[in-house]
């Protein structure tokens, strides 16, 4: 009974599904809206749910099943993509012992306090010891996944399927050696003059305003909502539920609304995904460097572009004119693209944002080559922000300690993702531009729906059925290169720079 089998799969899968989505809700009430004496039983009620969803997960029968969907052929491609992404997902579940999982767990769980310890004490000798242990879990964590060629690679499959560490040296290295000499030329000059944005901005202003940008851009309050958090993120529950949230700042305009606009850019992905395949593991944005290309189109390549301004300036001065009444729009498009050298990664403009990741990502690898000892990160890390920013962070807590990633989670794979994300933005965007000649004006006049439409069509709605490399050739008919970003920005900035 073959169709039975497949339709067998498809209740197990959705079952875990499910429990993923339940438990993705008690994290959204975490941090949103629970009170903080409901963390401990909190805690309980998410690893009970895990753990259910890691038993059905590793279920040998789930296992047996899609031994035999795959003896015969698949009756077309998306049952053929459901097999693939399935077995790719109970391999990563299954390769991994239990054993290991728990002592991994607890070693991280206790790794996070103490980096929040250390990154406040601004010291980073006091993670040295938890560091060395991560890395050498995160070494024992690939050895699990004997197929791939490099260390980096199980953990770089993790977040971008596809993407190896023989791909991203090569683009890497080939957008650092243009990045570098253009943040050089752009910060030889006195930076934009930003101080509008640091004037004082009604809070609940700031929410109203960015809830009616996103609003146009196409993200569907009936179909999610928005919250305040500590940390902005996006989550997605189901097809007709995906959420976000901002924090906002009283002294600091872009704040909220850049922050507000680049999840809802997460969130339209979600919500683009062809329900058909709901319920599925099909239907989850396909990498997080593609999911980071829809936050940054919509945030950088979109936001920040003067043919949005035009359309949304005026009803920002109106919002805000005590703050904006005196500004040219011209200047204010400066302000939000102001470049600057400096030491925060999540701070970054566009420009010098890439040099922040592909510091992380080589030093990454240099540590799972051993050719860095996790006690010489620090000198290592100082060295490279000299040498590809010219600066030197005065402490651990401004430099390698600043962000969670390698005390959260294991070393590897955690921020080719946001560059990938950037080069593909621009991909995107040109390549949209060519089905969309008057895209320019279609923003200028508030209409966004010609752009929302083509990524869905040749993006979002495809979920995992197609790879992030996939992905990119078949929206553009090229593999991934860094010509179109570099084009993007070089004219971005050469403009921006004609325009004082
Ligand atoms: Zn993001």
Redesign the pocket.
């Known amino acids: 009974m073959p169709a039975n089998e497949l339709q067998q799969l498809k209740k197990r899968l959705s079952d875990i599904a499910s429990l993923r989505s339940a438990a993705a809700l008690m994290h959204w009430d975490q941090s949103t809206l629970m009170p903080e004496r409901g963390a401990k039983h909190r805690g309980e009620q998410l690893a009970a749910i895990e753990r259910l969803a890691h038993e059905r997960s590793t279920d040998a029968e789930l296992g047996r099943l899609l031994e035999r969907l795959e003896a015969r052929s698949p009756a077309d491609a998306t049952e053929a993509a459901l097999l693939r992404v399935a077995r790719e997902d109970f391999e990563r579940d299954t390769r991994v012992p239990g054993a290991f999982v728990e002592e991994m767990t607890a070693h991280v769980t206790e790794t996070y306090h103490a980096w929040k310890k250390a990154r406040e004490a601004r010291d980073f000798k006091r993670i040295v010891e938890p560091l060395k242990k991560t890395l050498d879990l995160s070494r024992r964590y690939s050895s699990f996944f004997p197929g791939f060629q490099h260390a980096a690679d199980p953990l770089i499959d993790g977040s971008d399927p596809g993407s190896t560490v023989a791909t991203l040296r090569p683009l890497f290295a080939e957008l650092r050696a243009r990045l570098v000499p253009l943040a050089r030329e752009i910060t030889a000059r006195p930076p934009f003059d930003n101080s509008c944005l640091r004037r004082e901005f009604d809070e609940r202003k700031q929410i109203e305003f960015g809830a009616l940008v996103i609003r146009k851009l196409g993200y569907d309050f009936s179909r999610g909502r928005q919250d305040m958090t500590a940390h902005p993120f996006m989550i997605r529950f189901n097809a007709n539920d995906v959420r976000i949230t901002t924090r906002v700042k009283k002294d600091d305009f872009g704040e909220a609304l850049f922050s507000t606009i680049?999840e809802a850019g997460?969130a339209l992905y979600e919500l683009g995904i062809d329900e058909a395949l709901e319920g599925t593991p099909l239907a989850r944005g396909t990498s997080s460097g593609v999911?980071?290309s829809q936050?940054r189109l919509w945030e950088n390549i979109v936001g920040r572009s003067r043919p949005f301004w035009e359309h949304f300036y005026p009803e920002l001065r109106d919002s805000f004119p005590a703050q904006f009444g005196d500004v040219p729009l011209d200047a204010f498009h400066r302000a939000i693209n102001r470049v600057e050298r400096s030491l925060i990664r999540t701070d970054a403009d566009e420009v010098t944002y890439n040099l922040h990741v592909m510091i992380r990502f080589d030093l990454e690898i240099d540590m799972l080559e051993d050719r860095l000892r996790a006690e010489d990160l620090r000198d290592a890390w100082n060295a490279r922000y000299e040498a590809d920013l010219g600066l030197t962070p005065p402490h651990d807590g401004d430099g390698c300690l600043q962000d969670v990633h390698w005390y959260g989670g294991l070393i590897g794979g955690a921020f080719q993702g946001y560059t990938l994300g950037n080069v593909m933005s621009a991909q995107f965007l040109e390549a949209a531009r060519r089905a969309l000649p008057g895209l320019d004006d279609q923003v200028r006049s508030g209409r966004f729906d010609g752009l929302l439409s083509w990524l869905r069509a040749n993006v979002h709605s495809h979920g995992r059925m197609r790879t992030g490399p996939e992905t990119v050739r078949h929206a553009t008919g090229r593999d991934l290169e860094t010509a179109p970003y570099m084009r993007y920005l070089e004219g971005k900035y050469r403009a921006l720079l004609g325009t004082r």
């Open positions: 680049h997460h999911h980071e936050s």
